[in-house]
Structures are given as C-alpha cells and as structure tokens.
C-alpha cells in the first residue's frame, strides 16, 4: 500500500510503498479515505514533539476516517463497511491515517453518522476529545454555567464552544477581531483577545469571574485565565498547561486547575475505551445537526508534496479551518 513516511526528523516526507498491515486481536483494519492533519504533526516532522514519542520510520496522521475492511479477533460492534473514525495512531510508534490503509484498536473507533462527510469525520476526533476531556470530564459543564473559551475559533476551541452550549452553558469566546463572525456564527459572546483580562471579566460577569475556563493557547493566555476565573466556584482547564506558571492568582480565589493529555490512551494504551466513547457522543451530536467543523477549503491527496503543503498551510497560518488530507475522493 501507498503510505507518506517519516523517515528523519527535520528531513522531506517521501511517498513508500509499504506492507499492507492486517488486523490482529482486537484490532480493525480500516480502509483510510481521510486523514485530519493536526499542530501536533508538525512538530513531530520537525523533532520538536518528544511527549509524542514518535518512532521512526513513522505513518503519521492521529485522526482516521474510513471504512471497516476487516475485524480481528475477539472484536465486537463493527463489521466490513461501517463507516468508522477516531484519533487512531501518529503516535506513540502506533501507526499513522496517512496510508491507505490502517490496523487500529477498536476500542479508539466508533460509527459515524450516515450524513457526515469522511472529509468532516477526520477532521474532529483530536479536536473533539480534547473539547470534551477539558469540558465534561475535568470541568463538569452543566447548564447555567458561564464558559469562557480561550481561542474560540480555533481547532479545539470552536468544539469547546459548541459542546458548552449543547451542556446549556453561557459561552464566551476570545479571538482576534477577523475571528468575530466565526465565534459569534457558533453562538458565543465574542471577546476581543487584545482586551484586558480585568476589563472583560467586569464586562460580562460583573468582575465575578466565569465558572469555566477552557484555555486552548498556553503561555500568557493561560496565565490570563487563572486571572478570569470565579471566586471560590472557578475551574480552570488547559490543553496547552505547559511552561512555568505561576498560580497564586488562581489560589487567591480558591479556584481550581487541571490539565488535559488527550494523547496519553494512545501512548500508554490505558484509557482507550473512553476515547471511543467520547466519538459515539460526538456521532449523536453531528447526526442531531448541532456539531460542526469549520474546513479549510484547499483540498489535499495523499502524495508527498500535498501533505507537505497540508503541513506547511497549517504550520504557517495560511490555512482557514481544519486542515484533512483526502485519499478517496
């Protein structure tokens, strides 16, 4: 099969012809027909991703779309030709979606939605979980609460946004001003980034703080919303915690924090049920017509030179949306 490998960090991708892998015990084997592209991608192309303990040569692509060619032993819930997606591999010396085909763990997998697009459907699992880690699991968003989401049109953001508001939250989203119709196309209040976090947090909660929030942007962005939690009642999320940070503004209002590793089930193969989880919600919510992806519109195959430019669309900022490589058009 045809496969886009890794074979030096730093050094050009290169189209192979590799061994077509087969499904082993409680693996799927699955016909790839999209490949989401991620930040995190890049960094490992370049070296510059060692907590994602890539194994050269390396498949990468974390996020699958496809269709079930074949079911391992002791495999249950799928057979050839479902239609499947989840954030399968890229990592971890786990096979990668940028190859025509791909031996998963069907515990990552679910069924998506007869009327989701696979370019759609590999486009949201890394995005999704993250949301959802971050929003329900550590957070425990519910109605009534007030959400505020750094970066709301970003990847993981423009999820948060969406999965606060399917929990009956109030959401705000921060975001540059081009990125106004977007957040406020999604439902959230719009915050310009370049304000103060002091400023909007007396703006829009009265200088209480919000209930929930949910950084996507690291550095001083999360430092900032340690500055713009609640009282006594806030909770702090981040999937970019990294850095030294310092978190006396968040003991100061007897807040709280935690940290979301949404690559930890496919590294330390602990916790990959929930992953699959996670997309059986993310099917219920697409099929009932309240989740979205926004797509960039550039169309990338599965050739050396188009990943490379998928990666360079996205690593240089010229890309608007989701970035999916397509191998069945």
């Known amino acids: 099969m045809q496969a886009i490998v890794l074979n030096t960090f730093g050094a050009p991708l290169t189209q192979q012809d590799i061994a077509r892998p087969a499904a082993g015990p409680g693996q799927v084997l699955v016909k790839v027909h999209a490949s989401g592209v991620n930040p995190l991608d890049i960094k490992i192309a370049a070296g510059k991703a060692d907590h994602a303990r890539a194994v050269l040569p390396a498949v990468l692509g974390i996020d699958l779309a496809g269709v079930v060619d074949s079911v391992g032993d002791g495999v249950q819930g799928f057979a050839p030709g479902d239609r499947v997606y989840g954030m399968t591999g890229g990592i971890g010396g786990v096979a990668g979606s940028l190859a025509d085909y791909a031996a998963v763990d069907a515990r990552l997998l679910a069924r998506m939605p007869e009327q989701l697009p696979m370019r759609d459907a590999a486009a949201l699992p890394l995005i999704f979980i993250t949301a959802w880690e971050g929003l329900v699991d550590r957070a425990r968003v519910s109605a009534g609460k007030t959400v505020l989401v750094q970066g709301g049109a970003g990847g993981v953001g423009h999820m948060a946004v969406q999965l606060a508001m399917t929990h009956g939250a109030q959401v705000y989203a921060t975001g540059s001003a081009g990125q106004r119709v977007v957040i406020e196309s999604l439902g959230a209040v719009f915050i310009d980034r370049d304000t103060p976090v002091e400023d909007y947090v007396q703006q829009q909660t009265g200088g209480e703080g919000f209930d929930i929030v949910y950084d996507t942007v690291g550095g001083a962005v999360l430092d900032a919303s340690f500055r713009a939690a609640r009282r006594y009642h806030g909770h702090v999320v981040s999937c970019l915690g990294w850095g030294t940070h310092a978190l006396a503004p968040l003991s100061f209002r007897a807040a709280t924090y935690s940290g979301v590793f949404t690559l930890l089930p496919l590294i330390s193969g602990e916790g990959r049920a929930h992953h699959g989880d996670i997309m059986r919600e993310a099917s219920a919510l697409a099929a009932a017509g309240k989740l979205k ?23 240089e900022g010229t890309a608007k949306g989701k970035v999916v490589v397509e191998l069945t058009v």
């Open 293 to 315: 992806v926004l797509l960039d519109t550039t169309r990338y195959t599965l050739t050396a030179d188009s990943v490379s430019a998928a990666h360079r669309a996205l690593g």
